[in-house]
Nanobody, 124 residues
Framework: QVQLVESGGGLVQAGGSLRLSCVAS????????MAWFRQAPGKEREFVTS????????YYADSVKGRFTISRDNAKNTVYLQMNSLKPEDTALYYC?????????????????WGQGTQVTVSS
């Protein structure tokens, strides 16, 4: 079994920064691809970014490119999401997710394990 625990969310003013963390435990092959998704009230869950375990390849949604950075520390089984220049439209519940594959995937149903989420609120 895999457990994902997010932390680091909070309230920040527009233009500010936050760093989210996701600590993973469990079967390592299930952690090959780690991703962040977000879901705002009344909207569908959407892909934000992902990182592949061995290659370190990263992928970003167009809406966050240049502002968000994903990274991982494999020794600590931890993934980070550095969010800069935050905008009110970034307000959402942010979820950490993992899957066992080593290719780019952006649909929620392609991920096997999920955390409980951490709330990010950006005030204008």
């Amino acid at each position: 079994q895999v457990q994902l625990v997010e932390s680091g969310g909070g309230l920040v003013q527009a233009g500010g920064s936050l760093r989210l963390s996701c600590v993973a435990s469990g079967r390592i092959f299930s952690l090959y691809t780690m991703a962040w998704f977000r879901q705002a009230p009344g909207k569908e869950r959407e892909f934000v970014t992902s990182i592949i375990r061995d290659s370190g390849s990263t992928y970003y949604a167009d809406s966050v490119k240049g502002r968000f950075t994903i990274s991982r520390d494999n020794a600590k089984n931890t993934v980070y999401l550095q969010m800069n220049s935050l905008k009110p439209e970034d307000t959402a519940l942010y979820y950490c997710a993992s899957r066992g594959g080593l290719s780019y995937r952006a649909r929620p149903d392609e991920y096997d394990y999920w955390g409980q989420g951490t709330q990010v609120t950006v005030s204008s």
